[in-house]
Each structure stands twice: as structure tokens, then as C-alpha cells.
């Protein structure tokens, strides 16, 4: 069945940038919806970001939008989002899950499969 591997992630100063990817192995991405979701210290996943099975729609958080640029290429079973001026609230661990429906913000049990999650530190 299909699992979702994550990468990229770390450590950076305010203002800084990072780029996370998710990653289909074994089986495709082609017809699912990626989500994106955050997960702070003491706080539920909230949805950040999601983008449609061919990349036509995407959605973004009012909290990133403008610094957070979400793409795929389902050629390479492979979507990757683009993080700019990181801020110190923007910590926490990051989750890319799997959705057979339309890329809206929903809850996160819109999702039925995730990737391990990514840490993203934001400190000076």
C-alpha cells in the first residue's frame, strides 16, 4: 500500500526558508489530493496548505499565505512546498496526508494517509 515519506525540514533563523517534500512509495499520487498540516506544542494539526490530484487548485492558510508555495509533479510521485520568511510561529511538525477529495482546508480526518512528519524549528 501506498506510504508517504517526508523530507527536508530543520532548523532556521526568522526570515529565513526551508522546503519540505512528500513523497509517494509504492504506490502513485496521481487522483489524491496532498494536504499539508502543522502541528504546534500543545495544539491540534491545523491545515496549512493543500493542492489538487493535478495541481490546478491549490489552497493556503491566511496565516501563510504569500510566504508558502506548495507544487507537485506527479511524474515523480512527488510534492514539495516552498516555506519563506519563517517566523517563530510557524514551529512545529508538519504533515503531508493523502484526500480522494477536493483540495479545501478541511479537518485533518479529511485525510486518510500520512507521512511520518517533518520537524521545522524557527528560532534566533
Known amino acids: 500500500q501506498m506510504q508517504l515519506v517526508q523530507s527536508g525540514g530543520g532548523s532556521v533563523q526568522p526570515g529565513g526558508s526551508l522546503t519540505l517534500s512528500c513523497a509517494a512509495s509504492?504506490?502513485?499520487?496521481?487522483?489524491?489530493?496532498i494536504g499539508w498540516f502543522r502541528q504546534a506544542p500543545g495544539k491540534g494539526r491545523e491545515g496549512v496548505s493543500c493542492i489538487s490530484s493535478r495541481g490546478g487548485s491549490t489552497e493556503y492558510a491566511e496565516f501563510v499565505k504569500g510566504r508558502f508555495t506548495v507544487s507537485r509533479d506527479n511524474a515523480k510521485n512527488l510534492v514539495t512546498r516552498q516555506m519563506n520568511s519563517l517566523q517563530p510561529e510557524d514551529s512545529g511538525i508538519y504533515f503531508c496526508?493523502?484526500?480522494?477529495?477536493?483540495?479545501?482546508?478541511?479537518?485533518?480526518?479529511?485525510?486518510?494517509?500520512w507521512g511520518q512528519g517533518t520537524q521545522v524549528t524557527v528560532s534566533s
Open positions: 496526508g493523502r484526500s480522494t477529495g477536493q483540495c479545501v482546508l478541511g479537518p485533518s480526518d479529511y485525510f486518510d494517509r
Open positions: 509504492g504506490s502513485t499520487l496521481v487522483g489524491y489530493t
